[in-house]
């Protein structure tokens, strides 16, 4: 595979999204298993793992830095509050900072870096439901060719 097709099929998302759905941590300050997804939807609390709209493309080569976003969603009704949200926001976080010290897999992108894009924010939606958002940019590049 050419480097061009290489760097661009690497998908931190996807990347970010499989660890954090299979993380015990996550698992647990959520509630219990199967409440991470790329969409927002019950059960309550949620966390939805998407592209997120920064990050530093560098100069498109090898390692580039591209942003994802955790959205953590609460029930419509109100609950969880703020807090639980932010803890929630949290330790999702730094679950996804552990894939820095991730076994190499031959064939599967290789994270470098997991950091703050920003600050974390409490942002409900316009009908009340609360949220809370934290972008990670996310060092990755892809993997070794294998002989």
Do not use: C, N
């Not at 290489?6 to 931190?12: F, I, M, N, T, W």
């Not at 509630?31 to 609390?45: H, K, L, M, N, Q």
């Not at 959205?71 to 894939?99: F, H, N, Q, T």
């Not at 920003?118 to 002989?147: K, Y």
Request: hydrophobic share 45%; no cysteine; aromatic share 4%.
């Amino acid at each position: 595979m050419d480097t061009t097709s290489a760097l661009a099929d690497v998908d931190p998302t996807a990347v970010v999204l499989s660890w954090l759905a299979a993380h015990p941590a996550v698992a647990k300050a959520l509630g219990g298993p199967g409440r991470v997804s790329g969409i927002a939807e019950a059960p309550w609390p949620h966390l939805r793992v998407a592209p997120g709209p920064g990050g530093d493309m560098r100069s498109l080569e090898w390692a580039v830095e591209p942003e994802v976003t955790l959205e953590v969603y609460g029930d419509p009704a109100g609950w969880p509050g703020p807090a639980a949200l932010r803890r929630i926001a949290l330790v999702s976080a730094l679950s996804a900072k552990e894939l820095t010290e991730a076994p190499v897999v031959a064939g599967q992108p290789v994270v470098s870096s997991v950091r703050p894009s920003g600050a974390l924010i409490d942002a409900p939606l316009a009908d009340g439901q609360p949220r809370h958002v934290f972008g990670l940019l996310v060092a990755v590049h892809p993997p070794a060719s294998t002989p």
